[in-house]
């Protein structure tokens, strides 16, 4: 066996480990998240997009004020 192969070898066993540990990561923090914590996140989401279109209604009045 030359060293490449054993490099290899031992980098698609990391690789597939790496994977496997980011999966199941992933699958826990979806499953260990309650309905609160999306409720939550979508009521962020909401307070967010609120906030950007008052800024942007308010950008567009001054525009639209300056020009008359």
Known sequence: MT???VF???A???????GCFGYVAWRDR???S???DDAAA???QHRHEAGEHASRE???LRNIR???
């Open 3 to 5: 060293p490449w192969v």
């Open 8 to 10: 290899g070898t031992i």
């Open 12 to 18: 698609l066993i990391a690789l597939i480990m790496a």
């Open 30 to 32: 979806r499953r260990l």
């Open 34 to 36: 309650s309905p609160d």
């Open 42 to 44: 979508r009521d962020a």
């Open 58 to 60: 308010g950008t567009w």
């Open 66 to 68: 300056d020009h008359y």
